[in-house]
């Protein structure tokens, strides 16, 4: 790690875009340790047969037909860097398309900084990651799944629980997200839609506030159901990992506390809450099968009220 270098990337940025991210891989990674991904035989067997049992359970537990991506990539964090650096330059491609402020230079280096910031953030912190690949070109794959070893092996000594049963319950978490994308073929194009949407009208000088909360309702349906799924199929408790999970969440200092909020992960816990919530009363009301039905088509996803007010989503849809 090397925090001079890190900076010396983000001052030196240069081109003709608002963001310069080759300066950002740049200077995510030189402000990040990378980890090491030298698996043994078990690690590597480990997470394969996490993944296989995660989807064979799934698709019992759920009924749905869908598959994991064809290659599972054990990352360390200069790999997940890399990987989301792509992701953010293909879903920020039109704001950069409409232009620089009266300052380029300026603006250019603020941006790229920023940039770098949150994914050195992110980087050491993300252990697991199932990727759509939104706004994705034809050539590309349309999904992709990550662990970032390194992470995965300090949170679970840091929490001083057992490492590959921690493993297990991450790898069943982002399998569920698979399971989701698979069950509603849609559901790529209709988050596409509202990222585009948001992001012309965030260039052109607002925001939204109907595209927020379609994207957030349908956010918050995607998280909550990877939970419901969570509770039925993995093969062990794991109530003790979510709350030494969130202790640590909690505990940590201001500094981490200020990013969190910054990068909006305080939105995604609340969006795993009222998701949890909704399910929890439909699933106890009509059985999981009804929950299901939120991946028919998208005017099966409950509106932001209909979040809060399940017996309305339920009425709804005559179930």
Do not use: C
């Not at 953030?121 to 050539?139: E, R």
């Amino acid at each position: 790690m090397n925090l001079f270098r890190s900076v010396q990337a983000v001052a030196s940025a240069s081109g003709e875009g608002a963001i310069d991210w080759t300066a950002v891989a740049d200077a995510a990674k030189a402000a990040t340790d990378p980890g090491d991904v030298a698996l043994t035989d078990a690690q590597r067997t480990g997470y394969a047969t996490d993944v296989r049992d995660a989807r064979d359970r799934v698709r019992r537990v759920a009924s749905i037909d869908f598959d994991v991506p064809d290659t599972i990539e054990i990352q360390h964090r200069h790999h997940w860097v890399d990987a989301n650096v792509d992701t953010f330059r293909r879903v920020l491609a039109p704001l950069e398309a409409e232009g620089m402020t009266a300052f380029p230079g300026v603006a250019r280096t603020v941006n790229t900084g920023t940039m770098a910031v949150m994914l050195t953030f992110l980087a050491k912190n993300v252990l697991g990651q199932y990727d759509p690949l939104l706004l994705a070109g034809d050539d590309d794959p349309d999904h992709a799944l990550y662990f970032v070893h390194p992470n995965i092996e300090r949170v679970a000594d840091s929490l001083d629980v057992d490492t590959p049963r921690f493993r297990r319950w991450i790898a069943f978490h982002e399998v569920t997200h698979a399971a989701e994308f698979g069950a509603a073929p849609w559901l790529s194009g209709y988050l596409e839609d509202r990222v585009e949407s948001g992001l012309q009208d965030l260039s052109a000088g607002g925001i939204s506030s109907q595209e927020f909360q379609e994207m957030n309702a349908a956010m918050t349906v995607v998280e909550g159901y990877a939970e419901l799924l969570m509770d039925h199929a993995f093969d062990d408790e794991y109530a003790d990992l979510r709350r030494k999970v969130d202790e640590r969440r909690g505990g940590r200092g201001p500094l981490a506390q200020l990013a969190r909020r910054l990068l909006g992960l305080g939105l995604k816990r609340q969006q795993y809450e009222r998701g949890k919530a909704f399910f929890e009363h439909v699933t106890d009301a009509r059985g999981l099968d009804a929950a299901g039905r939120v991946w028919d088509g998208p005017e099966n996803l409950p509106t932001d009220d209909e979040i809060d007010d399940p017996d309305a989503w339920l009425s709804r849809l005559g179930l």
